[in-house]
């Protein structure tokens, strides 16, 4: 299956009752209504931004459900699917699919990561590729967390595996996303996910990035991309200047606490993370709001539900 992946996508936060502690489908319907405003390529639901790893199966499914009618039809839904095991993995792509998710991201299976050689996450995705009634997007995890790196190599080999579309690659180095762009073939999307890269990715033939910056600047972030494909490059740069210091303030130095208060002073709905994944620390908002700041971010108005 073929899928056009270009453009910039929003990994959208989990917001969560403060009471109950479950999933605030309201909060999150509200969200993405803010997001389908500015030209985005789509969502992604369950990434690492919206905490998948802390979320129930059902949960996800939930989310899905609960936000395709917001989602135009020529716009993407994006699942994270990945787990531990194959079997799980697949039903996961299965249970996105008839969700309405467009495509499903999968990140490697890495708790036994000395077993996980090329040859096994071969075979891994192999497996769910075959089964995925939905195109698969290989995820390289940003290598601070729990997780493990793929090799050129392999990501070369399993570009030629039929239903698998495409990368997102979190490492942040365009160097890297060089040699993918490089070694995998022509039909083969890479997209960045770190919104420091962006233009530069862009420069080195990603197609576009899925961005946990794109929470909290989903203008400017898409903008980089549209000013990119019109030729406008010093516009493209300018817009990149603007977003850089949000990803690298907040996304990569507070992560997903820190793109949840952003979310809260913008008067979209962010909250508190799932525990054990702690808030911010009281001390950090007031820097989080002045990186907003400076960099143009306002409060939106928020969207009725």
């Not at 702690?278 to 939106?300: N, Q, T, W």
């Amino acid at each position: 299956m073929s899928l056009d992946l270009s453009g910039v996508f929003v990994p959208c936060t989990t917001p969560f009752d403060p009471v109950t502690g479950d999933v605030d489908l309201v909060g999150f319907r509200a969200n993405v209504r803010a997001f389908m405003a500015h030209p985005l390529r789509g969502i992604l639901v369950g990434g690492s931004t919206g905490e998948a790893v802390l979320l129930d199966d059902d949960e996800r499914v939930l989310l899905l459900e609960g936000v395709r009618d917001l989602v135009p039809d020529d716009r993407l839904v994006i699942a994270g699917t990945g787990a531990e095991s194959t079997r799980v993995t697949i039903r996961r792509c299965q249970a996105s699919a008839e969700s309405g998710a467009d495509a499903a991201l999968v990140q490697p299976p890495a708790f036994y990561r000395g077993a996980m050689t090329d040859a096994a996450l071969l075979e891994h995705y192999r497996a769910v590729a075959a089964e995925s009634p939905i195109p698969v997007i290989l995820y390289q995890v940003p290598l601070r967390m729990s997780t493990l790196e793929f090799s050129t190599n392999l990501v070369a080999g399993l570009a030629k595996i039929a239903n698998i579309v495409g990368i997102k690659d979190s490492r942040g180095s365009l160097e890297l996303v060089g040699e993918l762009v490089e070694r995998t073939p022509d039909a083969f999307q890479v997209l960045v996910g770190s919104g420091a890269v962006l233009y530069g990715g862009l420069e080195v033939g990603a197609v576009g990035g899925i961005l946990g910056v794109a929470n909290l600047a989903p203008g400017p972030a898409a903008a980089i991309h549209a000013a990119f494909k019109a030729g406008h490059s010093a516009e493209a740069g300018r817009f990149q200047e603007a977003v850089a210091p949000v990803h690298a303030e907040i996304v990569a130095a507070m992560g997903v606490p820190g793109v949840k208060v952003g979310l809260d002073l913008l008067g979209l709905r962010g909250g508190d993370p799932r525990p054990p994944l702690g808030p911010l620390p009281d001390g950090k908002r007031e820097h989080v709001a002045s990186v907003l700041d400076r960099a143009g971010l306002e409060a939106v108005e928020t969207p009725s539900f």
